[in-house]
C-alpha cells in the first residue's frame, strides 16, 4: 500500500531492476470494490507481471464535493479483495499527493465526445477522468491498462487519447459482470430497496429488446428498448443511444452492421449506465 508518488515510483523501479523483462498492468479505481473490479484483477494478473491497481476518489469526477463525499468507501474490504487476489502494488494518494493546485491544474480535453452520453449529464466527468488517468500512466508507466466494459465511452476515450499521445500501453478490456437479475455489479446496487432493485432491473431487459429487434433497423431497436421501460415510474431515463462503435457517434438511419446500443437512467437517485453489442440489419 503506497500512497505519495515518489513511493510509488521507487517501488516500481525496484521490481523493474529486478526482473527487466517484466511487464507492468495497471487497474484504477476511485475504490469500493466489487466482483467486477475482482475480474478486472484476476485479467491483469493472467496479463502481465506486476499489477498495480490505483485507488483514488478523483474529485474531478464528480461535480461537487459533496458528491465525492456521498460516494460508499470499503477500505477495509478492499484490502481485503486485494490481498487475496495477490496485487503487487496498492496506490492509495491523496487528492494534494495528485493536485498541487486543484483549481489550475493542466487537465486533459475529450473534446466534443466527452459532452456526449454521459458527459451530457455530467460534463466535467470525462475531462476529469482522462486527466487522472494521464497522470496515472506517467507514475506507472503500465504496458497494459484493463477496463471493464461497463463505461464503453470511458474505454473509447482512453483509447483514444493513448493513441493521440502515442503511449505504447495496450488497452484490455473485460466483460461486464452481473448479477442474477443482470444489472452490472456496482457499488450503487446495494444502496436500493428491493423495489427499486427490480425496477433497475429493466434495464437490461430493455438492452436484450434493442439487441433481439436489431435485424429490423435502428427505429426499432430503439423504439423495443423504449417499450420495455413503458410503465416503471421508478425509472428516469437519461438517454437511450445507439452508437458506431469506430467512431462512437450516433448511427444513421441507414446504418448497417455492429452497433452499440448505451443506455442510462436513475434509480432512486442512483445512476446506472449499461450497453449491449447489436447487429442492425
Same mark, same amino acid.
Given at each position: ?37 475482482? @475480474? ?47 496485487? !503487487? ?90 448479477? @442474477? ?11 436500493? !430497496? ?24 435502428? !427505429? ?23 452508437? @458506431? ?22 434509480? @432512486? ?7 449491449t453489442e447489436i447487429y442492425i440489419g
Amino acid at each position: 500500500m503506497i500512497s505519495t508518488t515518489a513511493g510509488l515510483r521507487a517501488r516500481l523501479a525496484e521490481r523493474r531492476a529486478e526482473a527487466p523483462e517484466s511487464t507492468v498492468a495497471l487497474i484504477s479505481t476511485i475504490g469500493a470494490l466489487h466482483d467486477g473490479h475482482r @475480474d478486472l484483477i484476476r485479467t491483469a494478473r493472467e496479463t502481465a507481471d506486476i499489477v498495480v491497481v490505483s485507488m483514488f476518489l478523483n474529485p474531478l469526477r464528480f461535480r461537487t464535493a459533496a458528491d465525492a463525499q456521498a460516494y460508499p468507501r470499503t477500505p477495509e474490504a478492499d484490502r481485503a479483495l486485494l490481498a487475496d487476489l495477490d496485487v !503487487d502494488v496498492v496506490f492509495t494518494p491523496t487528492t494534494a499527493e495528485m493536485f498541487a493546485d486543484l483549481s489550475s491544474t493542466t487537465k486533459i480535453s475529450a473534446g466534443d465526445l466527452g459532452l456526449r452520453y454521459e458527459g451530457r449529464s455530467r460534463p466535467f466527468y470525462f475531462d476529469g477522468l482522462l486527466t487522472v488517468e494521464a497522470k496515472l500512466f506517467s507514475l506507472v508507466r503500465p504496458d497494459i491498462a484493463v477496463y471493464g466494459l461497463r463505461d464503453r465511452q470511458r474505454v473509447f476515450l482512453v483509447e483514444r487519447m493513448i493513441r493521440d499521445l502515442f503511449w505504447d500501453i495496450d488497452v484490455v478490456t473485460v466483460e461486464t459482470v452481473r448479477d @442474477d437479475a443482470g444489472l452490472p455489479v456496482s457499488s450503487r446496487i446495494a444502496l436500493l !430497496d428491493e423495489a427499486d432493485r427490480v425496477a433497475a432491473a429493466r434495464l437490461p431487459v430493455a438492452l436484450e429488446a434493442a439487441a433481439a429487434n436489431a435485424d429490423r433497423n435502428v !427505429d426499432a431497436c430503439i423504439a423495443a428498448a423504449q417499450g420495455a421501460l413503458m410503465g416503471e415510474s421508478r425509472i428516469t431515463l437519461d438517454y437511450l443511444n445507439v452508437v @458506431d462503435p469506430a467512431t462512437f457517434l450516433p448511427v444513421d438511419e441507414g446504418h448497417a452492421g455492429p452497433a452499440l446500443a448505451l443506455i442510462a437512467a436513475t434509480v @432512486d437517485g442512483h445512476r446506472f449506465i449499461d450497453n449491449t453489442e447489436i447487429y442492425i440489419g
